[in-house]
């Protein structure tokens, strides 16, 4: 043992045998900081169906995980016999009380008039009147139970709360239920929340509003969204702020439940590969064309519609529409590229270009290949669009007078940025 422990030193000092390294010398460039919260992806309802004022053995399950619903369809019963024959029982009651006070009723009338011509005495008179109002606080009772007992029978049918999708069925038939038990559960997906939280000292990073990307661990795939709700107080115990994404999912592509990450301000593009890098273009990149490109094989709206197909947005024929609509074209949805004039054109490209909500939009001399009229309606209708979707523009043009409506404008000379 003891010779196994000394074999084990190093009797080699380091400075007598230098390992090579090897030096790369680091690329200057801007700083862009990062922010990064990890998260849940929820439904944007779910409903934990199950009975809420009796207890009963499960008679059926009509619903699986996965399964469709509607809204008010049946998706389980319980064995209700009992419920059901007490409630009969308790009509019955009601039906033979309401008779009789309606009976003592009208005796405690004609007790009063036999008052007033002196027949009966006054405490008789009264003793009538306080057994009517007996009578009829116990049909009160009564009804009051009957509707109790309606409320349990309709307890032992599970409709679904809303449209969605069986998320869990927790309870076979056959099994015990007391209220407050879940049955089945289901979500509501349309919309899907990616729901996190951030350090106090990002409180104002993650304001309402402010752009993010979502990547979703389990299809690995990303969504561009905006911060739609902020708490305004952080969490006592954490010290961190919550805030949601809604993301719309009409196609319901997006398992809720699951873990995602939600980027802001920006991202490393240089480490995505190429098919993330033309998703990513997709989704956050628009292109307006001096030469327009349009497919001349598609109409007008099918031209609009192919970048929403390509990513699977199960809306994309009515989003094409309303953005044809948009630029003043909803008459002309069907027509072809070689039927539309060159302003024309240049409006689907437009619409193709916003249809997908770009974060960023490249216009490459747009009117260049428009008369002066035609070129004066696209411009004006690209910088209202830009405000209206809050789209960041990058504009390539001679035209100093345009180039005078941006913000921002950079001057190339022979390639290189000028002064």
């Not at 009564?142 to 599970?158: F, G, K, Q, Y």
């Amino acid at each position: 043992m003891i010779w196994r422990a000394d074999a084990r030193t190093n009797k080699v000092a380091l400075s007598s045998g230098p390992k090579p390294v090897t030096a790369v010398r680091a690329k200057a460039t801007t700083y862009r900081p990062t922010r990064t919260y990890v998260g849940t992806l929820q439904p944007w309802i779910q409903a934990n169906v199950g009975p809420q004022l009796v207890s009963a053995y499960v008679d059926t399950v009509l619903v699986r995980p996965g399964a469709i619903v509607k809204k008010g369809e049946v998706i389980a019963t319980l064995d209700c016999r009992e419920a059901s024959a007490s409630t009969k029982a308790i009509a019955a009651r009601a039906r033979a009380l309401d008779a009789r006070q309606q009976a003592v009723e009208h005796e405690a009338s004609r007790t009063q008039g036999l008052l007033q011509g002196g027949f009966v005495s006054p405490n008789e008179a009264e003793q009538k009147t306080a057994q009517s109002t007996s009578e009829a606080a116990q049909v009160e009772a009564e009804r009051a139970n009957l509707a109790r007992s309606s409320l349990e029978v309709n307890d032992c049918i599970m409709r679904a709360p809303f449209n969605g999708e069986v998320a869990q069925r927790a309870i076979d038939p056959g099994a015990f239920v007391r209220p407050g038990n879940t049955i089945v559960t289901v979500v509501d997906r349309d919309t899907v929340r990616m729901t996190a939280d951030a350090p106090e000292t990002d409180f104002d990073v993650v304001a309402a509003g402010t752009n993010t990307s979502v990547h979703v661990y389990a299809t690995k795939k990303d969504f561009a969204g905006t911060i739609t709700r902020r708490s305004p107080a952080a969490d006592p115990a954490t010290r961190t702020v919550h805030f949601e994404i809604d993301l719309p999912d009409p196609a319901r592509l997006i398992p809720v439940g699951t873990t995602g990450e939600v980027h802001i301000e920006g991202r490393d593009l240089f480490a995505l590969d190429e098919d993330q890098r033309a998703e990513l273009r997709g989704r956050s990149v628009g292109f307006v064309f001096q030469s327009f490109q349009l497919l001349p094989a598609l109409t007008a709206l099918e031209n609009v519609m192919l970048p929403l197909e390509l990513s699977q947005n199960a809306q994309a024929e009515e989003l094409a529409v309303e953005m044809l609509r948009r630029v003043g074209l909803g008459e002309r949805l069907l027509h072809y590229p070689k039927h539309l004039s060159g302003g024309e054109q240049q409006r689907v490209a437009l619409a193709r270009a916003f249809v997908v909500r770009p974060r960023l939009l490249f216009a490459d001399e747009p009117t260049g290949s428009l008369d002066a009229e035609s070129g004066a309606a696209v411009i004006r209708l690209l910088f209202e669009m830009n405000r209206e979707y809050g789209t960041t523009l990058v504009l390539v043009t001679h035209d100093e007078q345009l180039a005078a409506r941006c913000q921002r404008s950079v001057r190339l000379v022979a390639g290189r940025i000028a002064p």
